[in-house]
Structures are given as C-alpha cells and as structure tokens.
C-alpha cells in the first residue's frame, strides 16, 4: 500500500514537467478553397474541374494547434502529407513536408497553408480525391482534409 501511494505522490508531482506544451483539444479546419492566382492575389475558384496540364492550387487554415513557449516567441512543429488518388484508388501523387518547425514572435489563432500541385498532361480525365493530413508534431493531434476534383481533357 505505502509502495503504491509513494508511486501516486511520485506521479502527480512529475506530470507537469512532462508536458510537450500547451495543447488545444485538437486540429480543426477553419477554411479551405481552391483558389488561381490573379495580379499576384489569391482568387477563390468556383470549380474544382481542372484541365490536364493545370496546377491545382489551394489554401488550408487550421485552429487548435499546440505550441511551446520559448525565450523568442512560440514555437509549432506541423507536417503537412499532400496524397492525390485517382478514382480507383490508385496513388498519384505524394509530397511530405515533415516537421516544419517555426518560432514565432506572436501566437496567431490560425494557421494558414499554401498548396499546390500539378497535373501531367497526360493525366487520366475523371475523378481524383485529394487527401491532406495536417500533423501537430508537439501536441500529436492529426487532421485529414479530402476533396474531390475532376480532370478534363486539355482542348
């Protein structure tokens, strides 16, 4: 009994030096669009069809994730996976960026992700889900966003 009490006092008294920092409950999206870019702006697309040869061009904002207070600001560490499948499943594309860690001055409510990614020329005409997870590396919390798109032919 005395073992398993002193292991209690132990536990409670560790605990807060265990802390990966401060975490919110979880990722959430904020907002996502397709967007073209237009004298250097983003324009929010009213489509998500594209033609074989275009860049597929979106934006992401997250909430809820976690940070370490520093000396300098707040440090984030998120990794963004980007895949795209064509309708049967079949993998065409993957890029990761791992552990993207930044220290910032100040802490924003948000954070906001720039992607894009091209489609060959010779790319299957159809329907393509594109799936990205969004990885809180200090709070080990995940988000996975999906979106449909459709290729047409370049003419």
């Known amino acids: 009994m005395r073992r398993i009490l002193i292991f209690t006092l ?20 904020k907002d996502f669009y397709f967007y073209e870019e237009k004298d250097g702006k983003m324009v929010k ?11 597929v061009n979106f934006y992401i904002e997250v ?17 963004e996976i980007l895949r795209v499948y064509t309708s049967e499943g079949e993998l065409v594309h993957q890029r ?12 924003p ?3 906001g992700f720039k992607t894009k990614f091209g489609i060959s020329p010779g790319a299957r005409i159809g329907a393509y889900k ?7 590396g200090i709070g080990g919390n995940k988000l996975r ?4 798109i459709r290729v047409k032919g370049a003419i």
């Open 145 to 148: 966003i999906e979106r449909n």
């Open 10 to 29: 132990s536990l409670i008294l560790f605990l807060p030096f265990c802390s990966k920092g401060e975490s919110s409950s979880s990722l959430k999206l």
């Open 63 to 79: 909430e809820g994730f976690s940070y370490r207070k520093k000396e300098n600001g707040y440090e984030i560490k998120i990794a």
């Open 109 to 111: 409510p948000y954070l």
């Open 96 to 107: 990761e960026v791992v552990n993207a860690t930044e220290v910032l001055k100040e802490l």
């Open 45 to 55: 697309r009213d489509s998500n069809v594209y033609k074989q040869g275009d860049v």
């Open 130 to 136: 594109v799936i990205v997870d969004i990885l809180d």
